[in-house]
């Protein structure tokens, strides 16, 4: 019989390039996720449509979708943190969105500017428009962890704010240590109590690797029950609004991982390996 399945969901192209110094051309942009769609995801986060006065890297959202090419069984998911977002990521034809809260109320405010109260109002109405439009919502909680500006989260926290976004209809909820701050031992006290109010078929692990311990995350998180990951190709990323975050885990590294140790990810290494290479290519060497 088949290996069992766990997904990885690609994050470079927004997580990933977001937090850029350089202003990446438009067309590697494009390049980098058409080289994403042959390794054989089934689900691409492309961009967001968020204010470009706040993350200028993502200010050509629209252009970056218009060229693109759609490879049939693959969604390509945008970032939406309010209606208008929402309504941009509509017209660019984006197969599914995402609303993104915070565990912590400081993170909340320096990076969507409200509290985790007024955040979850404002994505009612993306929700509602989505669901009218049959788009899937995806949801975030950042600093599940720790946070640059608050310290330690408590797990309770974030189990509330899961189950918030659940409540409110989004089909899943990815649970981001935004600085890589985790290790096994704070995120399963984490796990444990989001577990006990969203099941784990519902949840995804979104781990930076800061701390270098991102791989032992996934490894606890599957044993938990989670079976969808996010992570960028080469390592990219980094959040505008958590200082010193690091990338995402690298995906060619969850994936390996993840064959180590008997699972199927459905993805093809080698081209993995050139996309990885062409994203590291993508940075500027500062960050390197
Ligand atoms: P605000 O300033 O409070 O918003 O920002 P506002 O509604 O008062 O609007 C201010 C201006 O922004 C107006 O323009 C709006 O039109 C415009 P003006 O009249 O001044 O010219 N605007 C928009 N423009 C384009 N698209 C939009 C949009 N909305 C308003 N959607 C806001 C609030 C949420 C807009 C802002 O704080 C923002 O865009 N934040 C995004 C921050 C961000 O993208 N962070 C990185 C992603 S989160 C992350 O990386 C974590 C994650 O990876 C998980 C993890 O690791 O934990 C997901
Ligand atoms: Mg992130």
């Not at 204010?51 to 993502?58: A, F, I």
């Not at 509509?90 to 197969?95: E, K, N, Q, V, Y």
């Not at 311990?213 to 609004?241: H, I, M, Q, W």
């Amino acid at each position: 019989s088949a290996a069992p399945r766990i997904r990885i969901f690609e994050m470079g192209p927004r997580d990933g390039l977001q937090n850029e110094s350089r202003l990446i051309p438009t067309a590697d942009k494009i390049r980098l996720i058409d080289m994403l769609s042959d390794c054989g995801f089934d689900k691409i986060e492309a961009t967001s449509f968020v204010s470009p006065r706040w993350v200028p890297q993502m200010a050509d959202a629209a252009q970056v979708m218009a060229g693109i090419r759609r490879k049939p069984g693959v969604r390509y998911a945008v970032l939406t943190p309010n209606l208008k977002g929402y309504e941009a990521a509509r017209a660019a034809r984006a197969d599914e969105v995402a609303v993104f809260a915070s565990a912590s109320e400081g993170f909340s405010r320096k990076n969507i500017n409200c509290s985790i109260e007024e955040s979850l109002e404002r994505f009612r109405p993306v929700l509602e428009a989505a669901a009218a439009d049959g788009v899937p919502v995806r949801g975030y909680v950042s600093c599940v962890v720790a946070c640059p500006y608050d310290g330690p989260t408590p797990p309770e926290q974030v189990a509330r704010v899961a189950a918030a976004l659940i409540d409110m209809g989004c089909y899943e909820v990815s649970l981001g240590d935004t600085i890589g701050a985790g290790a096994p031992e704070t995120v399963a006290p984490m796990l444990d109590a989001v577990l006990a109010r969203v099941p784990a078929g519902r949840l995804a692990g979104h781990f930076h690797d800061t701390g270098g311990r991102a791989l032992e995350n996934v490894a606890l998180s599957v044993e938990k029950g989670l079976r969808t990951f996010d992570a960028s190709v080469g390592g990219l990323g980094g959040c505008p609004y958590a200082p010193g975050a690091r990338g995402n885990v690298a995906t060619e590294e969850v994936a390996r991982l993840l064959a180590r140790m008997g699972w199927e990810t459905g993805l093809d290494l080698s081209r993995l390996d050139a996309a990885a290479a062409f994203a590291r290519s993508l940075r500027s060497s500062a960050d390197a």
